[in-house]
């Protein structure tokens, strides 16, 4: 990243030649005209709640919750003898039962009770508490412990067999027009047009993942790149640049420009913060065995794009040409689908064989995709175990964001004349919530020792690195 030409005497921490004030003194002048404070920097968005009672309510919600459950297994498990036991007592059968139905809904009105300012949302909560812990608990948890890492690999996966993000999006494009178009649109120059442009793009994936398992993976080189594409791009630096007219020394400053001020840096904070925190995540990922795994989820990218092309093509030579294949019954998509799995495989499927030239011809190169996919399975599965090259070249890959990350810095201080952290030790106090605890949550997100290494000032020192997974 090249460091912007700035005028002498332009850039906002320094005094013009005819000894006007700097654009931090004329901030400290707006806030001190301004005593009530300089309102809502984010007009319109709500109020950051504080998360200790959100959590002692949950708690509460849980507990009550749980006890219910174990309430209605109780009487579940042990349904015969509660009703014995009341008829024992003298109470009719119809009755005894009747009783137990109607204790868990007594059981949700205490709950209820208890929780009166929440009544309903309470007793919602403690009937549908197993769908809770299924749906959110569970995946909260899960997310926390192994999400960013599994994440990656998600990434890690999509990116194996291309070259970059456009490329990326390029091939997921043509993949859903030819499938629309030839599952959707019944015209037989369609279906000839797709006949190639299927072919061309299993192909491409094919060399492409074969490259890639003869080299190390360039999954991390890719992430560079594309930070500091990012990081040049016009439209994210006027993201947080300071704006043309505060370069002006005369130029008035009231409390709107110093709320604009305190936004900009904010988003700065935010942008520098958030290059960090990924270089942190993807050097966890690096050294954990989620790359491994990256590596297969690639793999069996790479053989489902081949089973749904091979599908594709034996769709449209069907339907150009039902004489191609004998079949006993009317194909369905699982057919086609089933059909081709089976002749990656060297075998057909049942009821639907090739017949004619162009069928056969398909299936031959079927088989053969099948023992080049055989081979880069073979190739991607060692590189995936054998990590040493890979390693080295992650290492240079996250040493580049890393200087990406001081390119930022270093661009910061020319275009504010400060650093960054002192710039951000200057809005603290009147910086709104919304900003600040976004900066805590992704400090949260790595060991305070990494950002200490890094020289980051938190926004937040009592705030323990509790969400670091």
Known sequence: MLEPEVPE????????????????????????????GLGSITDGMPEV??????????????ITGAGFWLLVGALTVGAGTVDNRLVAAGVPLGVAIAIRLALPVVALVLIGGLHR?????????????????????????TW????????????HAGFSGARGVARFLAQGILWASVSIGLLWIPWAPMRLVAIPVVLTLIGESLIQEFKSALGPSSFFEKQSRLIRRLADSKSLMDYWRPQPAWRNPDAPFEAEQAKDLIMHVMRGAMWH?????????????????????????????????????????????YNLDPTQFAVTASPTLFTYVFS??????????????????????????????????????????????????????????LGSLRKSSNQFETQFRAEYGVSLDDAMSRIRDHAEAEFTEAISWIQRHAPREYWQAAGVLSLNEAEPGEEVA
């Open 144 to 155: 926390r412990r192994w999400g960013w890492n599994g994440s990656i690999s998600l990434l």
């Open 49 to 62: 709640a504080s998360a200790k009672p959100l959590d002692l309510r949950l708690r509460w919600l849980d």
């Open 340 to 397: 081709a799995f089976s002749t990656l495989h060297f075998s057909f499927a049942p009821g639907f064989t090739p017949m004619g030239t162009f069928a056969q011809v398909l299936a031959m190169i079927t088989e053969l995709t099948g023992v080049l996919f055989g081979l880069v399975m073979i190739g991607g599965t060692y590189r995936a175990f054998k990590n040493h090259r890979q390693d080295e070249q992650a290492e240079q890959a």
């Open 9 to 36: 005497g332009a850039r906002l921490g320094a005094t013009n030649s005819d000894g006007a004030q700097t654009i931090w003194n004329r901030f400290e002048s707006a806030i001190a005209r301004n005593p009530n």
């Open 117 to 141: 300012k929440r009544r309903k949302r309470a007793i919602a909560y403690a009937a549908f508490w197993p769908l809770v812990v299924a749906l959110w608990k569970l995946p909260r948890l």
């Open 273 to 317: 913060r958030g290059i960090l925190l990924w270089v942190y995540k993807v050097d966890s990922y690096r050294k954990s065995v989620f790359p491994i795994a990256g590596d297969m989820l690639a793999l069996f990218w790479l053989g489902a794009k081949l089973v749904w092309g091979f599908a594709l093509l034996e769709f449209a030579v």
